[in-house]
């Protein structure tokens, strides 16, 4: 004759926990979508600069990062500085550098927070 057990899911649940089998996945919560903005395409020289971060490894595991500035009219490079590390505050010294010879932009669009930038 069989023995029957009667198991609730919990009991269950932790039997699995413990025995390394299947456990249930958290799912990630999904954000809102937002509605696409179009990107003005500037019409002369100096109306929009693009301000971007990069990081990346050497093969000696020598971590560096990039901040690059750019002009989206004709995709001119005004400004590659590349170091071990690049703070907000070096960033900021470093914009000024082409506003000085160059004119500050109308806009500069950025991917990193802004409150970074402003302090």
Known sequence: MRAHYS????TIYWIDAE???NLR??????LLARPLESLPWPLR???????????????NAVNFRNLNICDDFN???LL?????????ERGIREV??????RGAPTMIRVDIPV???CK
């Open 45 to 59: 020289r100096n109306t929009t600069w693009s301000l971007d971060y990069i990081a990346d490894t050497l093969r």
């Open 25 to 30: 996945r958290k799912h990630e919560k999904r």
């Open 7 to 10: 198991l609730n899911d919990k």
């Open 75 to 77: 995709r001119e490079a």
């Open 80 to 88: 590659i500085a590349m170091d071990k590390s690049l703070t907000s």
């Open 115 to 117: 409150q970074i930038l």
């Open 19 to 21: 025995m390394g089998l």
């Open 96 to 101: 000024a550098g082409p506003i000085a010879w």
